[in-house]
C-alpha cells in the first residue's frame, strides 16, 4: 500500500485523467472517478487503501456535494404537473423498492430509496443536445429537482429509522428540521441577492462570503447531526440559503463550484470505488439482485412516469423516454449506499451491487432515452 502523500499525489493525477477522458470519450466524470477508485482499490490492483484520513476527505466532499446541490437547485416555484410527475417517479418505485428490500433481507425503506433517487446531472446534459419541445425539458428538468430535493429528506428519514429512532423523537427533529428550510423561501421573498451582489463586489468582500460558506456548510451539517439526521441535509440546507443571497451563475458561485468538483467531490467518488468490493459479486445470488435492482429500478421509473406522462396528455414515446431519463442515477444514490455501508446497514456485497447498478443506469438510460425522443421529434414532424 502507498504512504498518505504517494496516495494521494496519485489520487489527484487520476482526478485529472478523468476530467479529460470524460471530454475526449462523452462520458459523465463521476462514473469514470468511481471505476478509477475501484480500479486502484481492493477490487483490481489493491494499491490504495481507505483510511482514516480519505475517509475525512470523502465525507466533506460528500458535505460539500450536498451543498453544491442545493446551490444549484435553489427554491423554486413548480407547475402541478412537474409535481405531479416527480411524485409518480419518487413513490412507485419506492414501493417496488420497498418490497424488494423485505425480500432480500435489506433495510426496506433505505433500498426503497435509493431505487426513487434520480440524477439531474445526467438529465440536463441530455436535455440539452435534443431539440425537443420546451414544453417537455421544463417538464422533466422541474420534476428531476423535485425528486432529487423529495429523495434527499427521504434519504435522511429512512436511515434514521433503519439506526432504530424512536417515532416520537424522529417527529420532533423533522419538525424542528422543516422550520429551518423556511429560511431560504424568506430570504427569497425578501430579495437580496442583488444587494449581497453589490456588497460581495469589493475583492475583500467576496473572500468573506467565501468563508462565511465553508463556515456554513459545516455548522448546519452539526446542527442536522444533533437532531438525529446525517449531515448531508444540513449541507442541503446551506446551498439553498446560499443560492438565495447571490445571483445565480455569478462569481461566488464558480468559485465554489471550482472548489468542489476541483477537488473535495472527486475524491468522494473515487472513495466510492475504493470501498467495492466486485470479487465479492461473482457469486450467482449477488448478479441476481443486480437483475432485480435493474428490473424494480427501471421498470419503477418508467411505470410511475409514463402513467403520469399519459394523464398528462404526453405521447408513448415521450413518457418513456422521460422515465428512463429518470431512471439515470448517480450522486445521491452513491452517497446514500455509502452511508449505509458506514452505518452497517449495507453489507459489503449489497453495497457493490448498489454502485454497479448506478454506473450502468448512467451508462444506458442516456442513450436509450435519446432513441424515444428522436422518434417524438420525427412523430411531430410527420404531424406538422
Not at 475525512?56 to 437547485?73: I, K, R, S, W
Not at 422533466?140 to 432504530?164: H, I, N, P, Q, Y
Not at 455548522?219 to 449541507?235: D, K, P, R, Y
Amino acid at each position: 500500500m502507498l504512504s498518505e502523500i504517494y496516495a494521494l499525489a496519485l489520487i489527484l493525477s487520476a482526478v485529472f485523467i478523468t476530467y479529460i477522458a470524460s471530454r475526449r470519450f462523452d462520458l459523465p466524470v463521476i462514473v469514470l472517478e468511481v471505476l478509477t477508485g475501484i480500479m486502484l482499490g481492493k477490487s483490481v490492483l489493491n494499491i490504495v487503501s481507505y483510511d482514516i484520513w480519505l475517509d475525512f476527505l470523502a465525507d466533506f466532499g460528500l458535505m460539500y456535494l450536498m451543498f453544491l446541490a442545493g446551490l444549484e437547485m435553489g427554491v423554486k416555484e413548480f407547475r402541478k404537473g412537474s409535481v405531479l410527475l416527480a411524485l409518480g417517479s419518487l413513490m412507485t418505485p419506492f414501493l417496488l423498492g420497498s418490497l424488494l428490500g423485505l425480500f432480500l433481507g435489506v433495510p426496506p425503506l433505505l433500498l426503497g430509496t435509493l431505487l426513487s433517487t434520480t440524477s439531474i446531472g445526467v438529465v440536463l446534459p441530455v436535455l440539452r443536445g435534443l431539440t425537443h419541445d420546451k414544453d417537455f425539458k421544463r417538464l422533466t428538468l422541474e420534476s428531476a429537482f423535485l425528486v432529487d430535493t423529495f429523495s434527499m429528506f427521504l434519504l435522511t428519514l429512512s436511515l434514521e429509522a433503519s439506526r432504530g429512532t424512536t417515532l416520537i423523537l424522529l417527529a420532533f427533529s423533522l419538525v424542528f428540521a422543516l422550520t429551518l428550510f423556511i429560511l431560504p423561501v424568506t430570504l427569497r421573498r425578501l430579495n437580496i441577492s442583488e444587494k449581497m451582489q453589490q456588497w460581495s463586489g469589493e475583492k475583500e468582500h467576496f473572500d468573506y462570503e467565501v468563508r462565511l460558506c465553508f463556515a456554513l456548510i459545516v455548522f448546519l451539517a452539526v446542527v442536522f447531526e444533533i437532531l438525529g439526521f446525517h449531515m448531508v441535509l444540513g449541507s442541503f440546507l446551506a446551498g439553498l440559503i446560499v443560492s438565495e443571497l447571490t445571483v445565480k451563475g455569478g462569481a461566488l458561485e464558480r468559485r465554489l463550484s471550482d472548489f468542489g468538483y476541483g477537488f473535495f467531490i472527486p475524491l468522494f467518488f473515487i472513495a466510492v470505488g475504493l470501498t467495492v468490493n466486485l470479487r465479492a459479486l461473482i457469486r450467482p445470488e449477488w448478479l441476481s439482485m443486480l437483475l432485480l435492482l435493474l428490473a424494480m429500478g427501471v421498470g419503477g421509473k418508467l411505470l410511475g412516469v409514463a402513467a403520469i406522462g399519459k394523464i398528462l396528455g404526453l405521447s408513448t414515446n415521450a413518457g418513456l423516454a422521460m422515465g428512463i431519463l429518470h431512471s439515470a442515477r448517480l450522486s445521491l444514490i452513491l452517497a446514500g449506499a455509502k452511508i449505509g455501508l458506514e452505518l452497517g446497514l449495507l453489507a459489503e456485497e449489497v453495497y457493490s451491487t448498489i454502485v454497479i447498478f448506478a454506473i450502468m443506469t448512467v451508462l444506458l438510460c442516456p442513450t436509450i432515452a435519446r432513441r424515444f425522443l428522436r422518434k417524438t421529434d420525427r412523430e411531430k414532424s410527420v404531424a406538422r
